[in-house]
């Protein structure tokens, strides 16, 4: 049977209850490859994937990079703070470029919120966009969907998830609220009320500036890595005022489900928004997301590079 | 039967005439591969090449090393401003350390004019210059010719190409200068009179020291990138003043012939050397010459690389 | 028969002397495939290596990228100038994250002691530790004996090998130190006075602190690089006055066995610790260290990411 396609991966409007269920289901396929002696699949071999990264990253880099590799591609990777290129106008042709190269899909990250879109609009090749500015971030979403399913069952209705943290600037949350309203999950959003974004009651989210009662009855708790850069704006409090009233522990979390899992993209920032005996608490999945990651990344790439009515995993 | 080798590609001095037309021609079968579903062919397996720039390029080291990854050799990338390794002495000693490890080809870049050839006094390996100072960029040349034959016909003979900019400093003029007469081209170089080498006229070119008389009847256009860095030097005027006599726009082109090509090594200064209805429109063939960067560095390294007697696209 | 596996090295105290000879064996094998037209063999097909640098270095991460590559393992570099993190907690949760990634091998380098160890308590990979601080550099070791091996025989037993330097910061001297003594050869450990270790005594080395005595009768004369960032501390000489008492010179040469070889870890500062004619002289073995560099990393690699029972270089 023949598999859809992805034309790109720009934000989660691009997809589709299906196509999400689709590409989680995929994901989980590739998951046991990632426990295999042998972590490789010859799917994607001959295809480009270019990663182009102008913002630091090493997880996501690396996740995607593994990723293409693990499912044959030919990867590359561009960017970092030796490129000077940084300006829209340099990037269209930064992109044209790489296009002209025949690459088969590129990976971007950018500060810029919107800079896949642009990207997209200029090229052939598929965008998957891997975080731009506060925009969104969408194989962190599917990857922690990913998660949640494995620990909560395959049907997300009826689950609660409260994502903590500076809801207002993270594009992990922008991306995850609207794939777990898509999934039908009832989504909490918690921070400083300077931090909250007050549209997202519009995508059916529950607001809350107080931890407490978001984290009460809570089947997940999503909490946000704190940019420190941000520290010193008038919306932000002092990190130690944010880890007093914020920063989750282990008697907050006793307020949420005996079963709850708890989440973070990482870097986690210990004892700030985190404590230790949290994240490295049994309620912890943290290293699941990162296994997840590669697994969600590899079924993501897959639907962007392949022909239609290849066949999954020929082997 | 038996292909010809390249030992080095560290000018265009190092090809006669039949190895040029041999490379253009291979490079036209790889030319295709980049746009197959599996665009990579086995032919340099087991095969080392490693990339050691010591200037920042994105496009060129892209370039390579998506060409030795469709050949399926390996690739190493070594460089970018961590290397401290800047020095004549020291460069002599990494080249020796990396022919140890038994790399085929070496692909350097290098501020310093010479380098490569200092380099390949050195090594077992083959050294192909990916530029060097203000002396060459052969691979450049060649696919500017490569993409020149794709719009002209393979007998360049009887076209005039236009070369334009920084002349002077410009080791993609010097290279294009060398490889168009060698294959017969009428070749023009124009910019301000201090960045005109006098020199030029003993290898055939006629010198212009202004733009509209050299685009005049022009088949080919070839605009160089201005190099910032090199504003406040006494020979160079203000960018601004460079752009009014020197830009090339839709007005100027129009004296060239109507099917002239425009060409552009990349990156591009859009509203400098070139305006952004030329660089985008009709004649621009600027990402033609992007997609034949791949072709022909992996007919160079295809070239460089093999044992004698191999044969070519073995699949 | 079934191959012992390592589960990580991190110093030579993770090798029994019967091990170590068979690494030395298998690096053998491995060092002819470096010579071959095909440079490559499906060992580690599938299996995942992450490059882990946090000090600058060109030639071992490249000797350890190309000796995964040669075994057809899947690599990826981590690391350089841009990667924010130094801090040991954050060094935790990033090895953590590469483990949840399921590397089979993480090959770290960093400037703190003790770093592999660390690290290899909190991962299931095998942790190859490709220099710790002032601590051990344990593969330096074993392609120096390799290369010892290669010119002087097998049994190392009756060998002098005189260790010349800054032998207190030195990891090359320490790890090879070990490994020399495992392998029942005598060493002397020369240097200035107030960077000998007064310690190695008990590990069985004599001590100098002025090098004709120690080259005397030498088999193998090892030179160290002198760390010029070290400069000015008040343990060290200034660079003329270091090099005049302790640089290595053809007169001074004279003094050890005629058939003596002279090593050096690289990268050589000429005319410091080491005089050119020397260096690119007839007892240089330089350059056969090099290469022997990745055939020693190829072994490793293979008994650190091999399941147990597989066979050596199935082909």
Redesign the interface.
């Given at each position: 049977m023949t598999e859809p396609r992805l034309r790109h991966l720009l934000g989660i409007e691009d997809l589709s209850r299906s196509m999400a269920e689709r590409i989680l289901k995929t994901a989980q396929a590739f998951h046991e490859i990632?426990?295999?002696?042998?972590?490789?699949v010859p799917t994607l071999?001959?295809?480009?994937i270019?990663n182009v990264f102008y913002e630091?990253s090493?997880?996501t880099r690396?996740?995607f990079?593994?990723a293409g590799?693990?499912l044959s591609a030919?990867v590359?990777n561009?960017g970092?703070?030796?490129?000077?290129?940084t300006k829209g106008?340099?990037l269209r042709?930064?992109v044209?470029?790489?296009?002209?190269?025949?690459a088969n899909v590129i990976v971007l990250r950018h500060s810029v919120s919107g800079a896949a879109h642009y990207v997209a609009r200029h090229t052939q090749a598929a965008v998957v966009n891997a975080g731009d500015g506060m925009h969104q971030h969408p194989t962190q979403a599917l990857l922690d969907v990913f998660t949640i399913r494995q620990h909560k069952g395959e049907d997300l209705s009826g689950l609660t998830v409260a994502i903590c943290g500076d809801i207002l600037h993270s594009r992990v949350a922008r991306s995850n609220l609207l794939l777990l309203r898509l999934l039908g999950a009832r989504v909490r959003l918690c921070g400083p009320r300077t931090l909250l974004p007050h549209r997202a009651q519009a995508l059916g989210a529950e607001l809350y500036d107080r931890l407490e009662p978001a984290l009460e009855g809570a089947d997940v708790v999503m909490m946000l890595r704190i940019q420190r850069e941000r520290l010193g704006a008038s919306l932000f409090p002092s990190l130690r005022e944010y880890s007093r009233y914020f920063g989750l522990n282990a008697r907050r979390l006793a307020l949420a489900r005996p079963d709850v899992i708890v989440m973070h993209p990482?870097?986690?920032n210990?004892g700030v928004e985190i404590a230790d005996d949290v994240a490295d608490g049994p309620h912890s999945v943290i290293?699941?997301q990162?296994?997840a990651?590669?697994a969600v990344r590899m079924a993501v790439l897959y639907y962007c590079a392949t022909?239609p009515g290849t066949e999954l995993m020929e082997s």
């Open positions: 990632g426990k295999r002696p042998v972590r490789k071999r001959g295809k480009t270019i630091a090493t997880r690396t996740s990079e593994l590799k693990r030919d590359v561009i970092g703070s030796s490129s000077s290129v106008e340099s042709d930064t044209a470029t790489l296009d002209a190269m025949h990482g870097p986690i210990r290293l699941n990162v296994e990651g590669v022909e």
